[in-house]
């Protein structure tokens, strides 16, 4: 469903990305490991073209998206959820989810406020409270479900277990294995390998910008020195 091509990014005259090599497969979810710094969020936004990559390609359902405005990018169905969370603070739950609807996508989930707050209870109950009243596990769930109201195929995760309670974190994996059994894709970037083990199919490994390890979970779990070397603290 994505291609990620020999991509190259730059911030200014800076190499961030080095050639990165990899593909997710539809209906799976492929976790995208590395240490604070490792590019991890750089490759996120190059594949959603807030970072223009200066070589290489992305390629997401069999066309080319290099180059087009992120708008773009997201009305074909990809869907974002950045690292800092970027709600609305001075809007409530429900103006939230309204900024992120899309009208019906072929072949998605359509969305409504009843499905996300069934995903996330703690927003039903919060649904008239501004966003700057939530607290942080509560300001990452708003920020997953007004992108799902925008009904999308393919779920860019960035760092959705960072900052918040081990409980949230528990029921962050729930719903990431729900958006999956609803036919999404997900892309999703970690630190913490424990919460990657739980959810996903695949795994990414990266270390300043360059790809270490491309495989399956089970694969990475066989060779412990990969992850010694490159994912331990």
């Not at 069999?62 to 800092?84: C, F, M």
Request: hydrophobic share 40%.
């Amino acid at each position: 469903m994505l291609e990620v091509n020999g991509v190259n990014s730059f911030y200014g005259k800076a190499q961030v990305l080095n050639d990165l090599n990899f593909t997710v497969d539809r209906g799976t979810v492929v976790a995208l490991l590395g240490r604070n710094g490792a590019g991890k969020t750089t490759t996120m936004k190059s594949i959603m073209q807030l970072v223009r990559p200066r070589q290489g390609k992305i390629i997401y359902q069999g066309q080319d998206i290099t180059g087009w405005p992120s708008h773009k990018v997201a009305r074909n169905g990809l869907g974002y959820v950045p690292e800092e969370r970027r709600i609305f603070t001075q809007l409530t739950v429900m103006e939230n989810l309204e900024v992120g609807r899309q009208p019906p996508r072929d072949g998605c989930t359509t969305w409504t406020e009843d499905m996300v707050f069934d995903l996330f209870p703690n927003l039903a109950e919060r649904r008239h409270n501004r966003g700057k009243a939530l607290s942080g596990g509560e300001q990452q769930m708003l920020t997953i479900a007004r992108t799902l109201m925008g009904n999308p195929a393919f779920i860019l995760l960035d760092e959705p277990s960072e900052g918040i309670a081990p409980v949230i974190v528990e029921q962050m994996a729930r719903v990431i294995l729900q958006l999956k059994a609803e036919g999404l894709t997900v892309l999703l970037s970690e630190q913490n390998l424990h919460f990657a083990q739980a959810v996903a199919d695949g795994v990414v490994i990266i270390e300043h910008g360059t790809q270490k390890f491309v495989g399956t979970l089970a694969a990475l779990q066989s060779q412990p020195e990969i992850r010694d070397q490159y994912l331990s603290v």
